[in-house]
Every structure is written in structure tokens, then in C-alpha cells.
Nanobody, 115 residues
Framework: QVQLVESGGGLVQPGGSLRLSCEAS????????MNWYRQAPGKERELVAY???????DYADSVKGRFTISRDNAKNTVYLQMNTLEVEDTAVYYC?????????WGQGTQVTVSS
């Protein structure tokens, strides 16, 4: 049974940091591109960052220099380190596993940036 379980969300003040985790099971994690998406209220879901099976990364312009995606294949886990958080980063953050044939989504974790 495939599972993607996100954790680490919460309430943080502007300028603060959070680290999201997404633990995967039920598939060969190391073979998949891992993505973080987010969806703010009233907005479409958008790609935040991804990391390839070989460790290549890319980011949305809005988070470049503030967020870092990484993966630990031994733990079947992908991370999103979020620094210098802004109110505009408030959203539900989703983890997605992607191959050429299939896509899996997690259930999401809420990140709220507010003073």
C-alpha cells in the first residue's frame, strides 16, 4: 500500500523557519522524483520544489534562496527546509512522488505564517 505522510507544518511568525518531512512507503522511493506543492486558499496548487532521483533540484522563483529540498533514500523521506517565511507562504503543503508511469500524493500539512 502506497503512503506519503507529511509532517512538520504549523504556525510560525514571519521570518521564522519550519522543516517539512514526507515519509514514503509502498514503492521504490529512490527511483522517484519527489516534489513539494502548495495550495493557498482560493488559489491553484503550485509546484514549490522538486528533487530528482539523482539529487538535482529546482525551485519556484518565489522560494529560491529561502527553501531547500533534500532527500534521504535510506529513510524514504524527502524534506523541505523553509527559512525566512513570509505571510504569502501560508498554504497546505503537499508531497508528490512521480515516475514516468504513476503519481502519488500525500494528504498535506498546513503551514500558517502569521504574527
Amino acid at each position: 500500500q502506497v503512503q506519503l505522510v507529511e509532517s512538520g507544518g504549523g504556525l510560525v511568525q514571519p521570518g521564522g523557519s519550519l522543516r517539512l518531512s514526507c515519509e514514503a512507503s509502498g514503492f521504490t522511493f529512490s527511483n522517484y522524483v519527489m516534489n513539494w506543492y502548495r495550495q493557498a486558499p482560493g488559489k491553484e496548487r503550485e509546484l514549490v520544489a522538486y528533487i530528482t532521483a539523482r539529487g538535482g533540484t529546482d525551485y519556484a522563483d518565489s522560494v529560491k534562496g529561502r527553501f531547500t529540498i533534500s532527500r534521504d533514500n535510506a529513510k524514504n523521506t524527502v524534506y523541505l527546509q523553509m527559512n525566512t517565511l513570509e505571510v504569502e507562504d501560508t498554504a497546505v503543503y503537499y508531497c508528490k512522488a512521480q515516475s514516468a508511469w504513476v503519481t502519488y500524493w500525500g494528504q498535506g500539512t498546513q503551514v500558517t505564517v502569521s504574527s
